[in-house]
């Protein structure tokens, strides 16, 4: 790849020209990007041959959810299950974020022509026309065809809240029954969502609520109480005065144990604790002369200051228990082919997530595969077992894929196609060779330890 070089504007009015026209340039690509995705599904149709598109695939995976959504897309043509995934690494994105691309380029183009158009001719972004498509997903033709016709003039423009308007107005008026009903289903779309992703090195992270609003508004009253009640116990124990918002942010941890809230609420003395959180900490040798203050926790696969990991491990409110140690430079092999107990741990600690080029699944929802098929002599050890979700697990099963051990935790991955991509714990590199594919035999056994 070419490295960027400076341009030769001098003065404030070439250089703004030079922005314009790379941003023109950008967007002409980003389009041309949802065209060849309706081309990659127009050449790999479902054939009768194949399964049904994605089951019976874990049905937590994104794209099983968007495969039903399609079911229910009047003149949408479904794709082979086996071909989002090599045009997903193509892109540089994960499986589940090419289908997405795929699914919303084939929506516009089939049911909202108008703006598929204007796509085509780069008069409107694709990020904003991949929004339209994901607004009408699952939406009656006729709600389509009159937010097509609205949109025509102005889908270079329109933002969110125009959008989701526009929308709303055109279902109340052509299905109102179905808008009611659409509002009762809402609330099958409850949920409280930790997210693991959000947590720093200080151990903050981040929670999404989305509820009935009487539930989350008692909830808000009973957060004002516990806070309130924190407050006066900081006071009586001469600590720090923390924030309001800080003391509510406390007042969910009380609120896990409710038992603890409730003596709390009453002044009372708190009761023995009853949560508990088993924490996997790697250290290095350093660390445990004091040398080195940095451990990372596994369980967010994060790295934390140890004084963190104390912090927590000395707090009064949750039961604190040791785990045997698990060295990591060790080999282990085992008989079995069931990966179980100890074993099964030490592989989720070796390989956070799902191994498969820019999947960010976690390794404790997947699938344990022997690289090596066991029925072709492939060991059950730390080298020839892998995470892989249930997708792409599938993948390399029936669809091509391939992948050999570079070195404990880097994986070289081939799709039928001549691609390759290497994967490690920092991310996924796309390595196709320009030429010919280069090839790639694992050792017979999978093992790479030796006997």
Same mark, same amino acid.
């Given at each position: 790849?070419? *490295? ?8 404030? =009015? ?7 026209? !790379?941003? #023109?340039? %950008?967007?002409?690509?980003?389009? +041309?990007?949802?065209?060849?995705? !309706? ?11 194949? &399964?049904?598109?994605?089951? &019976?695939?874990?049905? #937590? ?26 045009? /997903? ?27 598929? /158009? ?52 055109? +279902? ?20 409280? !969502? ?13 929670? *999404? ?12 009253? =009973? ?38 809230? +409730?003596?709390?609420? #009453? ?13 996997? @900490? ?35 409110? *949750? ?16 008989? /079995? ?15 956070? =997530? ?25 060991? !059950? ?22 992948? =050999?051990?570079? #070195? ?20 996924? @590199? ?8 280069? %090839? ?12």
């Amino acid at each position: 790849m070419d *490295s960027l070089t400076e341009t030769a504007a001098a003065t404030p =009015t070439a250089m703004l020209t030079a922005v314009r026209a !790379t941003r #023109e340039a %950008s967007i002409r690509a980003d389009n +041309l990007l949802l065209v060849l995705a !309706t081309e990659w599904a127009d050449a790999h149709p479902v054939l009768p041959a194949d &399964p049904e598109p994605f089951a &019976p695939i874990d049905p #937590e995976d994104p794209a099983a959810e968007w495969a039903r959504e399609l079911d229910a897309e009047r003149g949408i043509p479904r794709w082979s299950w086996k071909a989002g995934a090599s045009f /997903a690494a193509a892109v540089g994105r994960s499986t589940a974020g090419g289908d997405a691309m795929i699914r919303d380029a084939l929506i516009l183009r089939h049911r909202l022509p108008r703006v598929w /158009a204007r796509v085509v001719t780069c008069e409107v972004e694709a990020w904003r026309a991949r929004r339209i498509a994901q607004a009408v997903l699952g939406q009656p033709d006729d709600v389509c065809a009159q937010l097509d016709d609205e949109l025509d003039d102005v889908a270079h423009k329109v933002g969110p809240v125009i959008l989701d308007r526009l929308l709303d107005e055109a +279902l109340l008026r052509l299905h109102p029954e179905q808008r009611e009903l659409a509002q009762l289903e809402a609330l099958d779309r409850r949920h409280a !969502t930790l997210h693991p992703e959000s947590i720093n090195d200080t151990g903050v992270a981040d929670m *999404s609520l989305r509820g009935d609003w009487k539930d989350l508004h008692d909830f808000d009253q =009973t957060l004002a109480r516990v806070a309130a009640a924190l407050a006066r116990a900081d006071e009586q124990a001469g600590s720090h005065a923390d924030t309001l918002d800080v003391r509510r942010a406390r007042a969910v941890g009380v609120l896990a144990d409710p038992a603890s809230a +409730l003596a709390l609420l #009453e002044g009372r003395s708190a009761p023995k604790p009853s949560k508990h959180t088993m924490l996997f @900490l790697h250290i290095s040798d350093l660390a445990v002369l004091g040398l080195d203050p940095v451990g990372r926790n596994e369980t967010a696969n994060r790295a934390m200051l140890d004084q963190q990991i104390r912090d927590w491990c000395g707090r009064t409110d *949750s039961h604190v228990s040791v785990q045997p140690v698990i060295d990591l430079n060790d080999h282990v092999r085992t008989d /079995a082919y069931e990966v179980r107990g100890r074993f099964e741990t030490r592989n989720h600690l070796l390989n956070s =997530t799902c191994v498969f080029p820019l999947c960010t699944r976690p390794a404790r929802q997947c699938d344990h595969d022997h690289r090596v098929p066991r029925d072709r002599g492939g060991e !059950t050890c730390d080298c020839n077992i892998a995470p892989l979700c249930r997708r792409h697990h599938r993948l390399k099963t029936h669809a091509g894929w391939r992948y =050999t051990l570079v #070195e404990p935790g880097v994986w070289l991955w081939s799709d039928a196609h001549g691609q390759q991509f290497i994967r490690d714990d920092t991310g996924t @590199l796309d390595v196709t060779p320009p030429g010919r594919p280069v %090839s790639g035999r694992s050792p017979d056994n999978g093992c790479r330890a030796g006997p």
